[in-house]
C-alpha cells in the first residue's frame, strides 16, 4: 500500500496532472485531501490500473475525500502559454478550490510554484508512493479521459476514444489525412518534421 502522507499535517493535499504530452485536448489536473484515517491498498498510479478499476476507485475517492477538485486548462491556453505552466496552473486552479485550505502540497514531478505561501514538496513518480497523489492521478485521468470520449464523438477519425490524443502512429496518421482540428494544440510538434501542416 502507498504511505498515507508526507508531512504531519492531516490537510496534506497530493495533485498530479494527465494529458500532459497530449497532441490533442487539455491538461487536466486534480488536488485531493484525503482523511487522516483513509487507506486503500488498491489505489495507485493511474497509469498502472485498468479503466475498470479507475472508474471504481474514482468513486471511493470521490465519496471518501475530505475534498477534492478537478480543473482542466485548455488547447488555447496551453498554446500560449507552454505545457508546463499550463499544467501548474492547472494544479493551481484545483489548490485554490479546495475547502479547507490545505496546509502542505505534494506535487507529483519535480516542477512546481509556490501556491499563496503553502508549503510543498515535488516528488518523482509520487503518484506510485503517496496515496494523494495517486488518488490526484486517478481524478485526473478519468475526467480527461471522459472529455476525449466527447469530443471523440465530433470527430471520430482521429481515434480519441483510444489514444485519448496521445501521439501514437494511428493519431499522426489522422492528423496528415483530416488536418488539424480545434482541440489540437498547435504549439506542438503534430507531425515529424518532414511533413508539412498548413493551419
Request: with cysteine.
Amino acid at each position: 500500500m502507498l504511505v498515507r502522507s508526507f508531512s504531519k499535517s492531516p490537510l496534506e493535499c497530493g495533485t498530479d496532472e494527465a494529458g500532459r504530452g497530449c497532441l490533442a485536448g487539455p491538461v487536466t489536473a486534480a488536488a485531493v485531501i484525503l482523511p487522516k484515517k483513509f487507506r486503500n491498498k488498491l489505489i495507485n498510479d493511474s497509469k498502472k490500473i485498468n479503466s475498470v478499476s479507475r472508474a471504481s476507485l474514482r468513486k471511493v475517492i470521490e465519496e471518501k475525500a475530505v475534498c477534492y477538485s478537478v480543473q482542466h486548462i485548455y488547447m488555447e491556453e496551453i498554446d500560449e502559454i507552454n505545457i508546463l505552466n499550463a499544467s501548474i496552473l492547472a494544479m493551481h486552479k484545483c489548490i485554490d478550490e479546495l475547502d479547507p485550505i490545505p496546509e502542505f502540497i505534494i506535487v507529483d514531478g519535480n516542477r512546481f510554484k509556490n501556491f499563496k505561501g503553502v508549503p510543498h514538496e515535488c516528488i518523482i513518480k509520487g503518484d506510485g508512493k503517496y496515496l494523494t497523489i495517486a488518488a490526484a492521478s486517478i481524478l485526473a485521468k478519468t475526467y480527461r479521459d471522459e472529455f476525449m470520449m466527447r469530443i471523440h464523438e465530433e470527430y471520430p477519425m482521429y481515434n480519441w476514444k483510444q489514444n485519448k490524443g496521445y501521439p501514437t502512429v494511428e493519431h499522426r496518421e489522422a492528423i496528415k489525412k483530416y488536418g488539424v482540428t480545434k482541440y489540437h494544440r498547435r504549439s506542438f510538434k503534430l507531425l515529424p518534421e518532414q511533413l508539412e501542416l498548413s493551419f
